[in-house]
């Protein structure tokens, strides 16, 4: 059974830009969380999708957003980049959003410049 | 807010000893969550624990969970280098709305 997958690996982009990473769930898996960890702010949760809705979000600005298409997949988006997103931005999946049965994908490293 | 706080943030051990790291959190929540990151990778679950009193081992790492005093603690035995890693304690609010709230981690250095 395939993991987790983020894609791209690595991006860098400049200040004022946008970027959209992308994330696929295990196979079956409905929820998908997204987590952005940085040397300051630590591990931080941004937002949670299931059946394509957003249910639940972080304490984050307009400028990151999501969305989840019908088979899973997720995208998130941040816009005006600033050099303070500079991340690894992390996803998770599961069955239904039950953090026991959530497994993290590999990583999208974002470096604004 | 919850929170949850972790300490030490830095561990630097030598290879045979045994050392304990706290996980200190904010809100009534039975379930709570360790996780191992290696450099530059994503994060590994180590335990995952669903109730009061639970304790689980996997080699030489043991974890426990007391919901009454808000505290897990990640006991390690006979410390060895490939545990050299940053562990995270992360609470799960609650909902089955797949947010965690993480501690600040504890970067693990053993050293022969």
């Known amino acids: 059974k395939a993991g987790v997958t983020q894609t791209p690996r690595y991006l860098i982009k400049t200040r004022g830009q946008q970027v959209t990473l992308s994330c696929s769930p295990i196979?079956?898996?409905?929820?998908v969380s997204w987590y952005q960890q940085t040397p300051g702010q630590g591990l931080q949760f941004l937002f949670e999708?299931?059946?394509?809705?957003?249910?639940n979000k972080g304490n984050f600005p307009g400028r990151f957003s999501g969305r989840q298409f019908s088979n899973s997949r997720s995208e998130m988006n941040v816009s005006t980049l600033e050099l303070g997103d500079s991340a690894l931005y992390l996803c998770?999946?599961?069955?239904?959003?039950?953090?026991?049965?959530?497994?993290f994908g590999p990583g999208t490293r974002l470096t604004v410049t | 807010e919850l929170k949850v706080e972790q300490n030490p943030l830095f561990l630097s051990m030598q290879e045979g000893k045994n050392y304990t790291i706290y996980c200190n959190y904010s809100t009534t929540s039975d379930r709570l969550y360790w996780y191992r990151q290696d450099p530059g990778k994503s994060l590994e679950s180590l335990f995952v624990?669903?109730?009061?009193?639970a304790v689980k081992q996997e080699g030489r790492l043991m974890a426990s969970l007391d919901t009454k005093a808000r505290l897990s603690t990640l006991h390690i035995t006979a410390a060895v280098h490939d545990l050299s890693a940053t562990y995270f304690c992360a609470v799960d609010p609650g909902g089955s709305q797949g947010n965690l709230i993480f501690g600040k981690g504890t970067k693990l250095s053993v050293k022969p």
């Open positions: 624990l669903l109730s009061n009193g």
């Open positions: 998770a999946s599961s069955l239904n959003g039950q953090i026991y049965e959530q497994y």
């Open positions: 196979s079956g898996h409905r929820s």
């Open positions: 999708y299931f059946s394509e809705t957003q249910r």
